[in-house]
Nanobody
Framework: QVQVVESGGGLVQPGGSLRLACALSGFNLDYYAVGWFRQAPGKEREGVSCLSASDITNYADSVKGRFTISRDNAKNIVYLQMNGLKPEDTAVYYC?????????????????WGQGTQVTVSS
């Protein structure tokens, strides 16, 4: 069984925080990189953050210093802690698995995707 399920999205005010969770089934995190992407209406999907199998992290410039990616291998969950949220962060956030140990910022490099969770930042 292979499954990727995102959760934790919601409506928050600017400056607020949210923690997204990506629950992975059927994947050994020792072998795969996991990325977070987001897509707003009318915009292309963009990479937000990625965690390699060896715990190397990558962040888009727009979220550096505000977002933190981490994982709990025992629970097979990858988290995205989002602080200091801005209206421009509003999007559907997707968790994706790359069938490589290293990260990529390109959505086309990822092989298995969750259904997404909506994050809305508005006053």
């Amino acid at each position: 069984q292979v499954q990727v399920v995102e959760s934790g999205g919601g409506l928050v005010q600017p400056g607020g925080s949210l923690r997204l969770a990506c629950a992975l089934s059927g994947f050994n995190l020792d072998y795969y990189a996991v990325g977070w992407f987001r897509q707003a209406p009318g915009k292309e999907r963009e990479g937000v953050s990625c965690l390699s199998a060896s715990d190397i992290t990558n962040y888009a410039d727009s979220v550096k210093g505000r977002f933190t990616i981490s994982r709990d291998n025992a629970k097979n969950i990858v988290y995205l802690q989002m602080n200091g949220l801005k209206p421009e962060d509003t999007a559907v956030y997707y968790c994706a698995v790359r069938f490589r140990t290293g990260c990529s910022a390109l959505a086309q490099e990822y092989n298995y995707w969750g259904q997404g969770t909506q994050v809305t930042v508005s006053s």
